[in-house]
Every structure is written in structure tokens, then in C-alpha cells.
């Protein structure tokens, strides 16, 4: 057990007063249990019908909630899809809208998800993602940006994760006494397969919430996700249950900055103060383990962080405009934040199928950071902070591919589509041979001479027969070529690839030690 203490900033929404108080607190503790419950809700914050809840200035009643998300897709059939994830332990529905140019197709495009109120009753999130449902449906067409998202991304909503918590047992028509566990007190954003304790990937004995939301996940390979609690203002960013930073921590800090940044724009008190104006690091504000966040982040390949959007968990209605308008700029930019990177399509190179390759970034990736490309379309999506990255694609049955110096600017795609060249034993001479090795086979050392062009630079690549790189240089030569060592290399067959401008070729290279 570990023991926190923060300086901790509380401002009381209504007075604006600041108030700073010592905490000290176990890491057992439930995150908004620090927290207490200083509104008064009641019905008169509920939405008496529904015309009053699509005025978003009201909660829904789960009756009208349902109505809303069939009334969203059938309004806009063209671009909205309803779907079911699956079923609470109460039997209510855990419902996502996919919102997307051509809705009922797996485009070419990455996947983004929103989803809200897994601790039913942090409930600001729950109507703010059907106000942005609202909002994209509406605009497409209407507004650059939106019409922009809308079709570069299938964009997935999940407005409601715990309906049983958020509508407390049988009432499915008030929030008043709802909860932050599911129906069978489980907090489900602490039932998730935990890395640091070295969980496998299996949903087996968990809430039904938790494995149906696993199972959509794990589907639709979301690229970037945000999950919607209450019970602070702050961008939290992984990881919950580990110290080590992430790999990508800094791209984290940027977009996590974006969001805050853009809501204090509009409201300079929202986000004001702890920890840092707006971010954290989740092990650095307290220890949680078996969060969605770091599920998807270690498990997944996916980017989740966790927006604490109000420090009333049930917010009062009243408040609810006011927070729309704080946070739909931020919400609207931390989806665009899908579009950047390093993105692409990887390919065969003979017959052009979409190939599911391993995206590494030499020197920086970890095993849960590593990307793939998808099996359907050989899509590929690379979210990274600003800088020049070596990336290795991999996939079994081809050659590797490094591809050196790959800039990537903030706000910007880099695009780089790869043709991987199949693996195989028999390779084939070309008329011109590109350059020869000698001797061959090789016992100390071996020479590789470029053919036809006299001095220039080769990038070579020695694999071994599995498609494994276990060389990769760029060498300037003059007339002879030059001369590599085998110290390092067991007896047998390996494929050596030299590329010089234009000109690319493998040959096999058998090394024999006597
Ligand atoms: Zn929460």
C-alpha cells in the first residue's frame, strides 16, 4: 500500500471561492470518494419529456435516452448507427452510436471512441456526449471541422456505460440516487485485466459491463478513446497503476494540454490549479489499478485517457450548459488529435493485399505501445509527439522494412505506406544483379560490392530466414565496397538486401563456421 500526500486546490463551483487543503489518502481509495456530494439533485433535474431532454439542459430518464439514440440514427441514417455492446447486469442496454461518412462500412479510417459515466453517478459526461452526438450530426455538412472528422474517422459514442448505477437499481426514471458501481457493487473501472499484476488478456469472471465492453473494444481497434467521470476538473493520463512513464508520455502531456488549455480559454477558473492547471499523470494524483484506461493502453494499442469533467458528481442541471460550452471546443480538438501521426496502409508488395504488420519505433516503442496495421485494409495509425523516428513494419512471411527518419510535426499527417516483399527461400536473380557477395559462402568475413555503380551510399539489410532483421546500416563506398564481419552470426542461410537509390535486391548469404 502506498501512501499520497497533494496539496490539493478545491474550488467550490458556485462561491469561486479557493480553498487549499492537505490530503492525505490510501491507494485503495476510491478516486472520488475524496470527494463529497455537495449538490442537491432531485427530479426537478430531470427532463420531463423529450423534447426538454434534447434540450440537453436536463438529464434524461433511460426511457428518453433510448429514445434519443434511436432518434439520432434514425434522423440521420446516412452518417448514425445504432448499436448494441451488449447488456448490464440489470438488463439495461450499453448502447454506441458509430457516427461516419459511410456508417455501415469498416472504412479505411482509424476508430475513436467517447464514452461516459462507467461510475454511474458521474452523469455531466453522459449528456455532454449526446449534445456532441447532436452536435456532429448536425453540423455535417454545415462546419469544416466537423464534416472533416465525420469523414476521416468512424467515430463511436457510448454515452452511458453503467446504466444500472446511473439509474440506481429500478428507477428508470431518476438519477437521484444513483451509483458508482454496477448492480452488483462492482466499480467497474477497477474490473479491468491489470498489466501490473500480469493479467491475461481474458474477460472471464468479470461484470458483464466490463467484458461486453471489452469484447467492443478489442473489435473495433480503437485508435483514441476518452472515458467521461466526475469528481475533479483534470485530464488524467496513464498510467492508474504503474510509476514508469508511459512511452509516448510526452505526446500524452501535449493533448492532455490541448484539452485543458482550450477549456480554460473559454473559462479560466475550470481546470484552475491542481495538480497542473488542468493534467496529470493518474499514478502521480493516486494508484488505481484495473482502470479502462490502462487496459487499453497496455492490452490494447489504443490511447485512453480518463476526463474528470466536474467536481459535482451529479452536477445540477443548471450547470450543464455552462460545461458544454467549456468543453466542446476541447472535445472536438482531442478528436482531431486522431488524424495526426504516422499513418498509412501496409501491402504486399506483389500482390497488393492489406498485410496486418507490427509498427515498431526503434529506440522508444515498449511492447504495449507497438501499433499493427489492420488485417482488412492494411491501415495503420501512429499517434506520436513531434520528432524524426526510425520504424521497423514486420509482419510473418515477410521481410522487415525499416524506414529511417520518418519526421512527424504536431497537427500534422505523415503519411508512409509500406509494401512489404514476401519471404522466401528461392530468390530470384535479376538480369543486372544490383551488387554480389564474395566469398559465398562466408566464413570470417564477407565483402558486398555494388555492380555498375562505383561509389555512392548502400543501405543494407541482413535478415534471418524467420523475416527478422539482425543488421541494418547506411555505408558510403568507393569502388570496392565493403567488407562485413560474421563475428556475430550463427552458421546458416540468411538473405542480405542492398539498396542503392533506386536499385534494391536481396541475395542469400550462407555463413559456414569451421
Ligand atoms: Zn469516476
Not at 544490383?434 to 562466408?442: G, L, S, T
Request: net charge negative; glycine share 6%.
Amino acid at each position: 500500500m502506498r501512501l499520497n500526500q497533494h496539496i490539493l486546490v478545491i474550488r467550490n463551483s458556485t462561491t469561486r471561492l479557493l480553498a487549499v487543503a492537505l490530503f492525505c489518502h490510501l491507494a485503495a481509495t476510491p478516486l472520488d470518494a475524496q470527494w463529497t456530494k455537495s449538490v442537491q439533485f432531485d427530479d426537478n433535474d430531470m427532463a420531463q419529456d423529450l423534447d426538454e431532454a434534447l434540450t440537453f439542459q436536463k438529464y434524461p430518464t433511460y426511457y428518453q435516452y433510448l429514445e434519443m439514440m434511436e432518434g439520432f440514427a434514425a434522423a440521420y441514417p446516412d452518417i448514425c448507427r445504432l448499436d448494441t455492446i451488449g447488456y448490464s447486469v440489470g438488463d439495461r442496454l450499453l448502447l454506441a452510436l458509430k457516427i461516419s461518412d459511410q456508417v455501415d462500412e469498416d472504412e479505411e479510417e482509424a476508430s475513436f471512441l467517447y464514452s461516459s459515466t462507467m461510475h454511474g453517478d458521474e452523469i455531466v459526461g453522459f449528456v455532454l456526449l449526446l449534445r456532441l452526438t447532436d452536435t456532429l450530426l448536425k453540423g455535417y455538412g454545415q462546419d469544416a471541422e466537423i464534416t472533416k472528422l465525420v469523414n476521416n474517422l468512424q467515430i463511436w459514442i457510448n454515452p452511458l456505460a453503467n446504466p444500472d448505477g446511473c439509474y440506481s437499481w429500478d428507477n428508470n426514471l431518476s438519477m437521484e440516487n444513483a451509483r458508482r458501481v454496477n448492480l452488483f457493487n462492482v466499480d467497474l473501472n477497477r474490473d479491468f485485466p491489470e498489466a501490473t499484476h500480469g493479467d491475461a488478456d481474458d474477460s472471464t469472471g468479470r461484470e458483464p459491463e466490463t467484458r461486453y465492453m471489452m469484447s467492443f473494444m478489442k473489435e473495433k481497434e480503437f485508435t483514441m478513446a476518452a472515458n467521461c467521470h466526475s469528481g475533479a476538473e483534470v485530464v488524467n493520463y496513464p498510467w492508474d497503476g504503474k510509476s514508469a512513464p508511459h512511452v509516448d508520455e510526452d505526446w500524452y502531456r501535449f493533448i492532455s494540454r490541448e484539452y485543458a488549455d482550450e477549456a480554460m480559454a473559454v473559462d479560466p477558473d475550470y481546470m484552475f490549479g491542481w495538480p497542473e492547471n488542468g493534467i496529470t499523470n493518474g499514478w502521480d494524483w493516486y494508484e488505481a489499478l484495473g482502470t479502462r484506461q490502462d487496459y487499453v493502453n497496455n492490452y490494447l494499442g489504443g490511447r485512453e485517457v480518463t476526463l474528470e469533467l466536474s467536481y459535482d458528481y451529479q452536477l445540477a442541471s443548471s450547470e450543464l450548459e455552462r460545461h458544454w460550452n467549456i468543453n466542446e471546443r476541447s472535445l472536438l480538438n482531442y478528436m482531431s488529435q486522431c488524424l495526426y501521426g504516422i499513418r498509412g496502409k501496409v501491402t504486399g508488395q506483389e500482390t497488393g493485399d492489406p498485410i496486418r504488420a507490427r509498427i515498431f519505433v526503434e529506440n522508444h516503442d515498449s511492447a504495449y505501445s507497438v501499433v499493427h496495421s489492420s488485417a482488412t485494409h492494411g491501415d495503420y495509425y501512429r499517434l506520436i509527439k513531434e520528432g524524426i523516428y526510425d520504424l521497423v513494419f514486420s509482419a510473418p512471411g515477410y521481410l522487415n522494412d525499416t524506414i529511417p527518419g520518418v519526421t512527424v510535426t504536431d497537427y500534422q499527417a505523415t503519411l508512409l505506406n509500406i509494401q512489404l516483399e514476401p519471404f522466401g527461400l528461392s530468390v530470384p536473380v535479376q538480369e543486372a544483379p544490383v551488387f554480389r557477395i564474395y566469398p559465398n559462402p562466408a566464413v570470417h568475413t564477407f565483402m558486398v560490392e555494388p555492380e555498375n555503380v562505383p561509389h555512392g551510399e548502400m543501405e543494407l539489410s541482413l535478415h534471418a530466414l524467420d523475416g527478422r532483421m539482425i543488421y541494418h546500416k547506411f555505408h558510403s563506398y568507393h569502388g570496392s565496397g565493403i567488407e562485413l564481419s560474421t563475428k556475430q552470426m550463427e552458421p546458416g542461410i540468411y538473405l542480405l538486401r542492398c539498396t542503392i537509390g533506386s536499385l534494391s535486391e536481396v541475395q542469400r548469404l550462407m555463413v559456414i563456421k569451421p
